[in-house]
């Protein structure tokens, strides 16, 4: 309550100094605009006034008095780094800005607040699925020229592509993730005398087999949550089939039924069908969560020796284990099953739910280097702006994965999952997530597998 | 003028005068209006106004632009998740309620013969302070299948393991390179014979040389023995990898204790057990004999119950709903006892009843309405219930653990995003009530004509 | 606990003044003394059943809460590497930091108040309207009661997420989407079915003569729900306000989509506080307790309202 008075007054008394703002104040008024920004006081020693002195890479308009409301599903750390973000936005435009968190089913959330006729200026999609549907609807407001501008100057056209619907362009893929990782233990390495990381998917399950040997449990799967099996087999597809039948599965153009999905499956079940390579075998893999997979692998007795997910791993190391990164845990590509390591890619879309000149600023200022730096200082955060001054990012591992995800140019996919309809690709206890659940309690059941993956996608796909 | 309609502002009606023992007080028609109006709009508004939405909305399709007609139903009852989902409804409603129930009537008869009473009370009321968000989580606590997370099964395998041995190798294994191969059960068996004269290597893999349980020293190459076969046992592997397949190289260890068995035409003619440093001599019977490992060297350790597994997830659902839902069951029979007559159950005893007598022919007669208003709100709330599945259940057993509101969440909100579906399912659970009210109905004709 | 010397009084007569009271122990302390020695005997081993049995259940209760209350004191790391029974072992595991590092949040302490503008009003309003409606269903006539009566029961069992949709509509039209008021009629109204319910079924167990009473004695309406009905309602009316209360308390799911940024609860904010793709418990266990806090001391505040038997000394 206190703190609304705060934001009432704040931004206004200090507007015209914010123009004249000599390098001089920015300090002050950094504490001044946090104090304002209504959130936890503890962020303001990190230097985001820093960003002040270099000249601005994006012109934002005056939106002193204004005020915006964005939602994202992040909380916690991740929304402390985003606000920073904010916190920069209003120093420059004088907006106030307020964040809320959607909580997990950020459609329903969103949608009920259309319904009430107060939707937040601009929301954080998860999926492209979703951006679709709100297109269709109309809810989303198409970006404005400065916001294009800065997207055509940052982007490369598969993550403009992503933000667009029929022609459109709707959105900024702000964050991306990285969905190409194998995180590992090095202390596990060490013990089975390990040392190199493995390129190709055979040299992965010969590692596999001497982790196992040397008596770690070799590879950690998150069984229990469906989504991190979908992103399995999403690489392995990736690589072994090729984009375009990535593509044309992603819009089910082919069946699952496909020969293609036969041999990925096949080539999954040589790691899920050994109980040895799986960390509690099958059936503790299925009792696995996500967060459990990361600390089965750097925290315990007998820690498993590596486990697979995206860059956001990094997290739930730094939280949940004693491990460094860097140093306990490291992190290689996904082996290559194919020709090449797979880029499987994910990301958030920042769209404006309301047809106002500080949404659109904020999309702007989003698309721009400056944000994306800011971001990337914080942590936790890989940009796809092919712009940004890549040693901004907190530090090197962060650095490496959102390098190599550049590196893939537009030969990164998205997560398939989430393009497809969320009946199929995003629901728990259906679809994909389930299909995978059984095949990897079964996983010789290549072809029992690819028919349940056809009916319930047959399904989904058809509305 | 007694007893006249009063409601929807509708003409009074005179009612027939019979049953008026009731009407105390000869309500006059605007009074009754008045301590009924508040509520009448707040419900209209807020809870009728969205089942008629419901309604409207269950006939059109996902996002709301198309008119399916009962389309929705349809796929309803097509959909082989509806089936378990009614299936596990209709186990909840006939379980839960009645334990519940019966749980807060023991606590709230009992509580009144000690004198922390309240201690106790307030032990069992605690849960229902605890967020259904929170309780959820504390049972995944409780029922996390790793022993050394889970309380459940910390205690069932604490139990179990007190009266039965594990073996000491669980997760060893031949290597893939040696001769033996898995044989089915959990044995290993070689697929050459042995001989005598020639000592047998058996390499074991997938312990971590640092973890060998005893710390047994290395293992030593066994030397030719005679007429008998000798062999060592050890793990080919040491910290850090390095030394050759296959052979017994410095400071790989021994492994003491594993059984080693010969057998011929299916039939063991011989055994031994590795000794300290690795080495076992089988008798002369086993030259030409196939080398066989067997089971009970690699035995896996019991790792308890399976709670949320496919078969116990409902049960453990509704262990935990009992945990959170007693405390309410209590309180409000205490309450109902508080206003029973204290005079009738002294009568009873010095009739010479005994305490269960009491309980039976007395109490439980006495506090039957509120019985009644108990099981019919669990029961309600039973089919309403779908948090506690939706967080304790995990992914991989929902579908054996699915409910009808949990379905309706799913569909709604879970990523289809499909009202229509969603609002079919909440008209099929508004109907499935109806027996219930049915019954509330009879009731409440027969309480009349007391 | 030490009560377990204590000789018990006899069950269900709470200070008969001219009990004898045995000092053997007895069970039943008023038991008349022609019983016999056997049945004086049973009694003894049954009370010393009642006794094991409650502190086994006790202990049953009280372990998945200790089993949150240890994690809620124990760092993230050792959270996920251990059980939360190693405490016991290795007290010097404890630490308050989880609870700290929520505590010195504003969002924290703004939404914890938020969470007593939204649940106090949302409980008088669902006990003082859902009283006179339970009133008026227990002894006013007028046509067609008991089938009202039904339907209103019968709106127990919509769930709460077919209303959210609509009710998002409706509030928005009204201007009050994101305001505590909004939140507070979507509770009321979803409290309602219940508390009428409850309250028309333990009133309708009020002795009629009392009513009869105080109507001879010139009492109308308005003064009879005050003066009889409700002291006489006594604790029920306490049961519904202390779980409407709780309900209210713990509720997320409206609150995350009726509130905004400056009316959310302390359930909404301890969410933002939360990690993506992680257990929480860090974060929800110190968070449970400490909105259990006040919950608890409510209970406390009440409890007499349950043990006392108000109703019982009025109506005898």
């Known amino acids: 309550m206190r703190s609304s008075i705060l934001r009432v007054s704040g931004p206004r008394t200090r507007s015209t100094a914010a123009k004249a703002a000599a390098a001089l104040v920015a300090g002050a008024m950094a504490f001044t605009l946090t104090a304002c920004g209504g959130d936890d006081d503890k962020k303001d020693d990190e230097g985001s006034g820093g960003e002040k002195g270099a000249a601005a890479s994006v012109e934002l308009p005056k939106l002193d008095g204004q005020k915006l409301e964005v939602a994202a599903v992040w909380t916690g750390p991740e929304q402390e780094n985003f606000t920073k973000v904010l916190d920069e936005f209003e120093k420059r435009t004088g907006a106030e800005v307020s964040y809320v968190p959607t909580g997990n089913n950020t459609s329903t959330f969103l949608g009920t607040k259309i319904e009430g006729g107060k939707p937040p200026s601009v929301a954080f999609l998860p999926q492209v699925g979703v951006l679709h549907q709100f297109a269709q609807k109309g809810w989303v407001k198409p970006l404005g020229a400065e916001a294009q501008a800065q997207l055509d100057k940052n982007f490369s056209t598969g993550w403009k592509e992503l933000g667009a619907y029929e022609g459109k362009q709707y959105g900024v893929y702000a964050k991306a993730a990285n969905k190409s990782l194998v995180w590992y233990n090095t202390a596990a390495f060490e013990a089975a005398g390990l040392t190199a990381e493995p390129k190709t998917w055979d040299e992965f399950l010969q590692t596999a087999q001497t982790l196992s040997d040397a008596g770690s449990p070799a590879v950690s799967v998150a069984g229990q949550d469906g989504w991190t099996l979908t992103d399995w087999f999403e690489n392995v597809y990736l690589s072994q089939a090729g984009p375009e039948k990535y593509d044309q599965l992603a819009k089910h153009e082919i069946k699952w039924t496909d020969p293609s999905v036969k041999e990925a499956l096949t080539t999954l079940a040589q790691l899920w069908g050994k109980d040895d390579l799986l960390a509690g075998g099958s059936a503790g893999a299925l009792r696995t969560e996500f967060p459990k997979s990361v600390t089965n692998t750097f925290s315990g007795d007998t820690p498993a020796g590596m486990v697979y997910e995206g860059d956001f791993v990094a997290a739930n190391i730094n939280a949940d284990t004693k491990s460094e990164i860097g140093t306990d845990a490291k992190v290689f590509p996904f082996p290559a099953v194919g020709d090449a390591s797979p880029v499987v890619s994910g990301g958030d879309v920042a769209v404006a739910l309301k047809d106002d000149k500080g949404a659109q600023a904020l999309l702007t200022f989003l698309a721009s280097t400056d944000a994306a730096e800011i971001w990337a200082a914080q942590g936790g955060f890989i940009s796809p702006n092919k712009e940004m001054n890549a040693d901004k990012y907190k530090d090197d591992v962060t650095k490496d994965i959102a390098k190599a995800l550049l590196k893939a140019g537009d030969d990164f996919r998205f997560d398939m999952s989430d393009q497809a309809p969320a009946a199929f690709g995003g629901t728990q206890g259906t679809g994909e997530w389930k299909a995978l659940q059984d095949f990897l309690k079964d996983p010789k059941d290549v072809a029992g597998a690819q028919q349940q993956l056809e009916t319930s996608a047959a399904k989904a796909y058809k509305g | 003028m007694s007893s006249q309609l009063a409601t929807a502002g509708g003409p009074a009606n005179p009612v027939p005068p019979a049953g008026k023992r009731k009407s105390v007080m000869g309500t006059r028609p605007w009074v009754a209006a008045l301590f009924l109006l508040p509520a009448i709009v707040l419900l209209g508004a807020l809870v009728v106004y969205p089942i008629g939405y419901s309604v409207w909305r269950s006939l059109y399709d996902a996002d709301g632009s198309g008119f399916v007609g009962l389309g929705n139903y349809g796929d309803l009852f097509s959909d082989d998740a509806t089936f378990t989902a009614v299936k596990n409804t209709a186990i909840w409603v006939a379980v839960a309620p009645a334990l519940v129930t019966g749980l807060g009537l023991v606590f709230a008869v009992l509580t009144e013969r000690v004198r922390w009473s309240t201690a106790f009370k307030l032990v069992i009321f605690m849960p229902m302070a605890i967020s259904m968000l929170a309780a959820g989580i504390i049972f995944r606590l409780v029922y996390e299948a790793d022993p050394d997370q889970g309380v459940a099964n910390a205690v069932v395998v604490g139990v179990h393991d007190t009266f039965a041995e594990s073996s000491v190798y669980p997760k060893a294994r031949p290597s893939t390179e040696s001769d033996l191969k898995a044989s089915g059960g959990g044995a290993f068996t070689s697929t050459g014979t042995l001989s005598a004269g020639t000592p047998a290597l058996v390499p074991l893999v997938g312990i971590a040389p640092n973890k060998v349980p005893g710390d047994p020293g290395d293992a030593t190459s066994a030397e030719p023995s005679g007429d008998g076969v000798s062999g060592t046992v050890w793990l080919d592997f040491k910290l850090g990898g390095g030394g050759e397949k296959g052979a017994v190289d410095a400071g790989e260890k021994a492994l003491p204790g594993i059984k080693v068995e010969a057998v011929k035409d299916g039939k063991v003619v011989a055994s031994a057990k590795a000794g300290d440093d690795g080495t076992f001599t089988l008798p002369a019977a086993a030259d030409g004999a196939q080398l066989r490992l067997p089971e009970s060297n690699f035995a896996a350790p019991y790792n308890g119950v399976d709670w949320l597994g496919p078969s116990l997830v409902t049960p453990a659902i509704i262990g935990s709903y009992a945990w959170m839902w007693a405390g309410f069951a209590m309180v409000l029979i205490a309450a109902g006892l508080a206003g029973v007559d204290r005079n009738l159950l002294e009568a009873a005893r010095v009739d010479g009843a005994n305490e269960w007598q009491v309980f039976r022919r007395v109490t439980v007669p006495l506090l039957a309405p509120v019985l009644v208003v108990v099981l019919i709100t669990l029961m309600i709330n039973v089919m309403k219930i779908f948090d506690l599945v939706f967080i304790i259940a995990p992914q991989p057993s929902q579908d054996e653990a699915n409910v009808l509101a949990l379905q309706l969440v799913n569909a709604s909100f879970g990523g289809g995003n499909n009202q229509g579906l969603g609002s079919a399912i909440g008209i099929v659970l508004l109907l499935l009530v109806m027996p219930v009210m049915i019954v509330n109905i009879r009731r409440l004709r027969k309480e009349r004509r007391r | 606990m030490t009560t377990s010397s204590v000789p018990l009084k006899g069950p269900g007569e709470p200070g008969e003044p001219g009990s004898p009271a045995q000092p053997s122990a007895a069970v039943d302390a008023a038991g008349p003394p022609e019983r016999s020695l056997a049945s004086k005997l049973a009694g003894f081993f049954a009370g010393g059943a009642v006794r094991v049995f409650l502190v086994v259940v006790a202990l049953l209760w009280v372990t998945p809460t200790v089993g949150l209350l240890a994690s809620s004191f124990r760092d993230p790391t050792d959270i996920a590497a251990s059980g939360w029974w190693e405490v016991f072992s290795k007290p010097s595991q404890l630490t308050t930091e989880s609870y700290s590092t929520l505590l010195g949040k504003e969002e ?56 959210l949709i609509p009710l998002a509509d409706l509030f928005g039209d009204l201007g009050i989407f994101g305001s505590v008021l909004g939140v507070v009629l979507f509770h009321v109204g979803f409290g309602l079915p219940f508390a009428i319910f409850l309250l028309r079924n333990f009133f309708a167990e009020i002795p009629r003569e009392l009513l009869e009473a105080a109507r001879l004695d010139g009492a109308g309406e308005t003064r009879l729900f005050a003066t009889v009905i409700l002291p006489l309602g006594g604790p029920a009316i306490a049961s519904l306000g202390i779980f409407q209360f709780l309900w209210v308390w713990n509720d997320m799911l409206v609150a995350l989509i009726f509130s905004d940024s400056g009316s959310r609860p302390l359930t909404v904010a301890l969410t933002e506080q939360t990690r993506q793709f992680s257990g929480n418990i860090e974060t929800l266990a110190p968070g449970a307790f400490i909105s259990m806090v006040i919950p608890l001391a409510v209970f406390f505040a009440f409890q007499r309202q349950f043990v006392s038997g108000v109703m019982a000394g009025a109506v005898k």
């Open chain 3, 108 to 163: 924290i302490t703004d939404a914890l108040w938020n969470t007593v503008l939204i649940t106090v009003p949302a409980t008088v309003l669902v006990v003082v309207i859902g009283a006179m409606a339970g009133y008026a269903f227990a002894w006013m006539d007028f046509k067609g009661r008991d089938w009202w009566f039904v339907a209103v029961v019968a709106l127990l069992v919509v769930p709460i997420q077919i209303a």
